[in-house]
């Protein structure tokens, strides 16, 4: 990006103000966690079938080193899918913006791989690829990938007229034009797309446990579910939720120091 | 230096598009000041935008130094009708804008665009983003951005369309200033009548649907101009026929 944002105008990550927006959002869970335990307690449901609250914190708390191993597995497998979609979409998002004709030829084929269910490719893609980490990179890719072109797409179509017209005065080709105009104008859309991403990918990366791994959190969910260990399972669960929030957290805590100017003015984040 | 040789412009749509302008001639001297009035929708933007070679003409020639244009060009700059800044960048990034995309910035250009944005009344103004800053303000840093190119055509759209009117009479004075310091043909549309007569050498009017050139007006007023010009009898002559040119045959269809 050569135009460098703003100073510090607004902006600003205060630890506070910071801890003043989530406590809403805490006390919600907090009050949900109390509900639950209770009415688990109340009508004395069994633990196999739906553990208290406080019987998944004390299995979180006995199992932690197992936890944290296989949460690590599954993290590696996030990361390495969201980069990958990052790394794909924004030049596919590119060269989709760039004529109509491309983008004619190009979206059905991502609306297919889109309608195709993830759970259905993984096994093939196991037996064609091997039982290693490649099939559970794509499978999270094959989730994540298509808001974020989608939201670059739009946000590159979506450069007003005016400041085309102002970088044609100026003379700018048509990469100048892409990268100088478009490309930094689309910056709240791309964000936009890489929340969603980075929530999509923690999914993708549990679709593709499921059907073949030795090891992460979905594996974990599985093998335990197998021989009752239903606190163990929620645990994992739990696991993957603080995961996909942490995810989610980087991106906007990226955007926010790195694009001041974006987080102000963001545009509706686009559908999935 | 500027030469319309019986241009036409005429858009594709449906029912044969819209024609926009038709059998426009005009002649524009090196550091002349013309100002172009006309109802709305006569075609006086896209006027601006042949010269500036945003669009090719349909008939006829658009000539700069007797070179047809044929694109965009270094000597010209644009003021468009909105102010057109970039949401990302701060008021001094935009104003240097058009001349680092053309790699035409040097160690000097920050210091230059710090001195127009002072005239500009903009000091302090420099590290703020566009909105934080109100419609007329990111008009003047428009003004500095297009003024900052040095051109020696300058293309103004409506630029004090947005002001209050008084920014907008001091912008004019300020205008003339600058321009009178430099080498440098305005091309100048505006809908206010006292302000083309207050600017410009000569004055265009426009006959609307599809843009001609009803008749052109010469102002000898003397340089240089300020607003006691006003109430002088030249200044109300070339006002009131200009103001019969435009609202001419309305008022007689009336009578
Ligand atoms: N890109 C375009 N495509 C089709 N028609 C256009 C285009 N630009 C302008 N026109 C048409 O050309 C005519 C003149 O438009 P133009 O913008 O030059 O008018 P104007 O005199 O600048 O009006 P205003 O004072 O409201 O700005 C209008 O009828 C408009 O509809
Ligand atoms: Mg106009």
Known sequence: MQERPAGPAGGGFRLPAALRGAAPGLLAVILLFLIWEAVCRLFGIREFLLPTPSAIFSASIAAWPLLLWHAWATFLTVLWGFFASVAISLPLAMLIASSPAVSAAIYPLLVITQSI??????????????????????????????????????????????????????????????????????????????????????????VAEFVGADAGLGYLIQTSMAFFRTPLAFAAVVALAIMGILMFQAVSLTERLLFPWSSGAEPPAPGI | MIRLERVGKTFPGRE????????????????????????????????????????????????????PVEGP???????????????????????????????????????????????????????????ELSG?????????RALLQEPRVLLMDEPFGALDALTREEMSLELLRIWQGRQMAVLFVTHSIPEAVLLADRVVVMSPRPGRVADIIEVGLPRPRGFEQEGSDTFQHCARRIRALIYGDRLSRAA
């Open chain 2, 16 to 67: 044969g598009g819209v024609e926009a302008l038709r059998e426009v001639s005009l002649r524009v001297a090196p550091g002349e000041f013309v100002a172009i009035v006309g109802a709305s929708g006569c075609g006086k933007s896209t006027l601006l935008r042949l010269v500036a070679g945003l669009v090719p003409p349909s008939a006829g020639r658009v000539l700069l130094d007797s070179v």
């Open chain 1, 117 to 206: 269910p993830k759970v259905a490719l993984a096994p093939i893609l196991i037996i064609a690829l091997g039982a290693n980490e490649l099939p559970r990179i794509i499978v999270t890719f094959l989730v994540a990938f298509f808001p974020l072109v989608v939201g670059t797409v739009a946000g590159l179509l979506a450069t007003p007229p005016e400041l085309i017209e102002l970088g044609r005065a100026c003379r700018a080709g048509r990469m100048q034009e892409l990268l100088r105009i478009r490309l930094p104008f689309a910056i709240p859309f791309v964000f936009g797309g890489l929340k969603v991403a980075a929530a999509l990918a923690v999914v993708g990366a549990v």
């Open chain 2, 73 to 131: 060009r270094a000597e010209t700059a644009m003021v468009f009708q909105a102010p057109t800044l970039l949401p990302w960048a701060d008021v001094l990034r935009n104003v240097t804008f058009p001349l680092r995309l053309m790699k035409r910035a040097g160690p000097a250009t920050e210091d230059r665009a710090r001195g127009l944005l002072a005239t500009a009344g903009l000091s302090g103004f420099e590290h703020r983003l566009p909105r």
């Open chain 2, 136 to 144: 007329g303000m990111q008009q003047r840093v428009a003004i500095c």
